[in-house]
Every structure is written in structure tokens, then in C-alpha cells.
């Protein structure tokens, strides 16, 4: 008996909540590709995703962002995709995951924990440039996150504790046995 991957897995969350590291271990331990949006935006536009915000402002950055989505889904190009911390607060992305029968992983990671991280990178993260825009970013996303289908709390635990606990989660959903 074998296991098929039933569809693409995406990992959101809020900024600093783990995302890429997540999606890479999950990668490593199940043996599937993994693309980083943000990452795979760079290599193509040549520029991060903090400077197409900062040079040309967030609207441009969710436009383009919105098309590399798009173009990762209809090209099979990953089993495991990372979003960056606001692609899943756009209605279009939800629709284009949804369409493609994505299962979403929801990193909920406390403010404290995800700002702790933002303050250590600032310059890459221009949407969280002080406390009280984190906040009230974080605040008033939380409801969108939450329409994820699973919902992985972070506490204080291993990486490899918490990649157990997700795959738990995740197993039934994204397998299919063939016999
Ligand atoms: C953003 C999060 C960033 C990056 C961009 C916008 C956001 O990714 O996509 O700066 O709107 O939350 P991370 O979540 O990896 O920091």
C-alpha cells in the first residue's frame, strides 16, 4: 500500500510565526517539494518582498503576489507552499486555494512571540514597523486565519514536538491510501 498526496499544502500564519521553518521540516520529513512565496517572488522580481512594498507599495506587492499564487497552483509546481503572512487575508488567494482543494495549516503563534521575531528582522518586514501596527494587523487578521481548515496553536515546545503534532492533524487530511 502507498500513500498519494491528495493536494497541496499551504502554511499561513501571521509574520514571525514560524511559516518557512515549518514548511521546510514538513517537507524534509515527508519528502515532498516546498516553495516559499516570498522567496519564489524574489528570485523572479529580482527584489524582496519588503522592497516591492516599500518602492512600489502593498497594492502592487498583493498584485503580484496574487499571480505567483496562481502560477504555483496551476503549474503543480509544489506539495507544500509557505505564504507570506498577508496573501491569505486576500479574498482572490482564499478562492484560488479553495479551487485547487488546498488543506491550510493556520500557525497561530502569540503576538508576543511572532513581534519578538518581526523586531529582530524590521527592514524585511515593512507592514510591522512598530508594536502598535503589529498589534492591530495581528488583531484584525486573526478572524481570516482562522477560516484555515487546521488550526495549530504554538506554544512553548521543540520544532520537532510541534511538526509532530501538526502532522497528526495533517495525515488524514492530505493522504489517501492506494491500495
Ligand atoms: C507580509 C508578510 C511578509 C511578506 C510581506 C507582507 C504581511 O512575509 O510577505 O512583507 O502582510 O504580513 P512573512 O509573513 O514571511 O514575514
Known amino acids: 500500500m502507498t ?18 521553518k515549518v514548511a521546510w521540516e514538513l517537507a524534509r520529513r515527508l519528502n515532498l517539494e516546498i516553495v516559499d512565496l516570498d522567496n519564489w517572488i524574489e528570485d523572479r522580481e529580482g527584489r524582496s518582498a519588503a522592497q516591492i ?17 496562481r ?20 479574498e482572490t488567494n482564499r478562492e484560488v486555494i479553495d479551487q ?7 500557525l497561530d503563534a502569540p503576538f508576543e ?8 528582522s524590521a527592514e524585511e518586514r515593512p507592514l510591522g514597523k512598530t508594536r ?17 481548515s487546521i488550526h495549530i496553536q504554538i506554544v512553548n515546545e521543540t520544532l520537532e514536538d510541534l511538526i509532530s503534532r501538526i502532522l497528526t492533524e495533517l495525515r488524514p487530511q492530505i493522504f489517501t491510501d492506494e491500495h
Open 53 to 69: 512594498i516599500i518602492e512600489n507599495g502593498e497594492r502592487a506587492f498583493r498584485s503580484i503576489e496574487s499571480k505567483a499564487l
Open 3 to 20: 500513500q498519494q498526496m491528495k493536494r497541496p499544502i499551504i502554511i499561513t500564519g501571521f509574520m514571525g510565526s514560524g511559516k518557512t
Open 113 to 120: 512571540m511572532c513581534w519578538t521575531r518581526i523586531e529582530a
Open 132 to 148: 502598535e501596527q503589529a498589534l492591530e494587523l495581528y488583531e484584525r487578521r486573526r478572524p481570516i486565519y482562522q477560516l484555515a
Open 100 to 106: 485547487y482543494g488546498c488543506t491550510t495549516v493556520w
Open 71 to 90: 502560477t504555483l497552483l496551476e503549474t503543480n509546481a509544489a506539495d507544500i507552499i509557505a505564504l507570506g503572512g498577508g496573501a491569505w487575508i486576500e
